[in-house]
């Protein structure tokens, strides 16, 4: 009879376990889109293809919306358990809807005004009187304009026809974009173009808002949890596999744009997403706080608006009734367990969980304190960067407005965008050591180094085009396994300093390669170059060079580089002589069959 009993127990216990319960069964769940199937919804496409819902016990199907459906209004009504809208959810949130914001895609909107530049239009002013096209939920470009002082009520608005025909034609002067999507028809069509975007006045949304109900999330937030873990997953792997989740969505999911219109959105969306400098969906309560005194001073928002409940708290406690009972059983059978068991192992038991109650509770503060540190540093960095953008919009206006400019101005204008761009530099040095520091193995996947040191300098010769690169790479694919994130940050660093340290109009060098079971990089700039008391030295965190430029640099890059390569179990070293040389080894993997 004991032993029946015994075998009973344990099988309650493993009944009301939830690693258990999320294994007898996928739990099936809507995603409801705010657009048609496209890259902006990469990250869901992978985590499906991939398993990664499946491995969280998540069946997640993709829902597109019809014409006039607002993803809020589904989601709230029970459509689908989640869904992807924009900054507007703070506005439906204070209407009533019971929703609550997980995490924030797009770090800045996509959304701008695009106009041909074959029309009158110069500048955004030139917009009062237009025919203009604006679409649903695209409060922000209202608040753009009502900031520039653009008399809102001259403009001949015309319903949206979300078709590029309707600007090249002359239907309308103006209509509202994505700067990731409907630009590329005027670039393969040749047609000259400009956008202004909200960010120049110094308002800066956020953009495809993941977020879902405050039932959810009182009744299964294990299920919250585990979607979004699975959703970082996808979105890490679709970041780094741009053309082969292109071509997933093409063939699995819609023929309506090309592989090449899919790459196009995905490169567009990079600089919007920011995975170099900021987490996954991170999300500022600063930041969200702007976006609704924004909508207030529209008169979207009236004077009791805030943002309680608003943003998603993942250490709210498990409510849910039954996960109670669930949580009691499991501890009254654990305690009949301990009796059978014996005395003397109960007393071992307790004592080990109050020295492991104890460590829980000193690891948790530490991590608390982490944790709002790197928050207070991130808002910091987005709330300076409102200001640098507008100073540095205003300047390139001055240059458009009055071509003809003396000495004098050139002279002013110069200085003007030499310090905004010091100031970026700062920014980003501060960013890139937190990023560093805060670094885990949860987004450490196999990638193509390849392809990744492509991007990297990909970028950085659009931000420098005059700087002339000489780059070789191997023949197919070379696989290591690492954080995409880091290791750009790796190979950005060495690329900023080789442009510091070289003369202007002289070329970089850049040399991947393998060796044995390693993969090199070697990136040689035309310098100055470094002593043999040098070499350890430049990694030394906050070192600069003798021969550095005066005020380029804060000396944490090459720190950054090392400790980077360290923690991939690679290396990382300097050679003396003429022109910086910089050789990082990192570890390959082999490729899958």
Not at 165 to 184: C, F, K, N, Q
Not at 215 to 227: D, K, L, S, T, Y
């Amino acid at each position: 009879m004991p032993k029946r009993l015994l075998i009973l127990l344990c099988a309650l216990v493993l009944y009301s376990h939830p690693s258990w319960a999320l294994e007898r069964a996928l739990e099936p769940i809507t995603l409801q889109l705010k657009w048609q199937h496209q890259f902006q919804f990469a990250g869901y496409y992978a985590a499906i293809r991939n398993g990664y819902f499946k491995d969280e016990g998540l069946n997640v199907t993709l829902r597109v919306p019809k014409a006039g459906e607002d993803p809020a209004e589904l989601v709230a009504a029970g459509v689908g358990e989640y869904g992807i809208g924009s900054s507007e959810l703070v506005v439906s949130r204070h209407k009533g809807l019971p929703i609550v914001a997980l995490a924030a895609v797009y770090q800045h909107s996509p959304f701008a005004i695009a106009s041909l530049k074959s029309s009158s239009i110069r500048t955004i002013h030139d917009l009062a009187g237009k025919r203009l096209m604006l679409e649903p939920q695209a409060a922000e470009m209202w608040a753009y304009m009502r900031s520039e002082g653009i008399p809102t009520n001259t403009l001949q608005l015309k319903e949206h026809t979300f078709n590029t025909e309707s600007l090249i034609s002359g239907e309308v002067d103006a209509m509202s974009v994505y700067a990731t999507d409907e630009p590329y028809t005027l670039d393969k069509l040749g047609i000259p173009y400009q956008m202004f975007d909200a960010r120049s006045a110094g308002i800066d949304f956020y953009g495809e808002v993941l977020f879902t109900t405050e039932q959810e999330i009182a009744q299964n937030p294990r299920r919250v949890a585990a979607f979004l873990r699975a959703a970082r997953r996808g979105w890490y792997y679709a970041l780094n596999h741009a053309e082969e989740v292109a071509n997933w969505i093409y063939q699995d999911y819609s023929q309506a744009k090309s592989v090449e219109q899919l790459l196009y959105e995905a490169k567009h969306s990079i600089p919007l997403i920011r995975p170099d400098l900021v987490e996954w969906g991170y999300m500022s309560p600063g930041r969200w706080k702007h976006i609704g005194e924004t909508y207030h001073k529209l008169g979207m928002l009236d004077d009791t608006w805030n943002l309680d409940g608003f943003l998603y708290d993942p250490s709210q406690k498990d409510e849910n009734l039954a996960n109670l009972y669930r949580l009691l059983l499991f501890v009254v059978v654990a305690l009949v367990l301990v009796a059978v068991v014996g005395g003397r192992f109960y007393v071992l038991n307790t004592r080990l969980t109050r020295e492991v109650h104890k460590r829980q509770e000193a690891e948790n503060r530490a991590h608390d304190a982490l944790h709002e540190t790197r928050n207070l540093l991130a808002i910091m960095a987005h709330d300076f960067r409102s200001p640098v953008n507008v100073i540095l919009a205003a300047t390139q206006l001055i240059e458009v407005v009055l071509p003809e400019q003396s000495a004098l101005t050139q002279r002013e204008l110069h200085k003007i965008k030499g310090a905004v761009q010091s100031l970026e530099t700062l920014i980003n040095s501060c960013l890139t050591w937190d990023r560093l520091e805060g670094a885990h193995h949860g987004d450490h996947m196999r990638l193509d180094m390849v392809k990744l040191v492509k991007q990297v300098v990909e970028r950085h010769q659009e931000m420098d085009p005059e700087r002339p690169m000489q780059s070789h790479f191997p023949d197919g694919s070379v696989m290591i396994h690492g954080s995409p994130t880091l290791l750009a940050v790796l190979v950005g660093n060495l690329l900023d300093n080789a442009s510091k340290y070289s003369p202007q109009g002289a070329s970089i060098d850049l040399l991947l390669q393998v060796v044995k079971d390693k993969v090199e990089l070697r990136v040689k700039d035309q310098g100055p170059g470094l002593s043999v008391d040098q070499l350890e030295q430049v990694f030394d965190k906050y070192y600069r060079c003798p021969a550095a430029p005066s005020g380029s640099g804060s000396g944490i890059g090459l720190n950054a580089v090392r400790q980077i390569a360290v923690a991939h179990g690679g290396t990382v070293q300097a050679e003396a002589g003429v022109g910086g040389c910089f050789v990082v080894s990192l570890p390959r993997i082999e490729e899958l069959s």
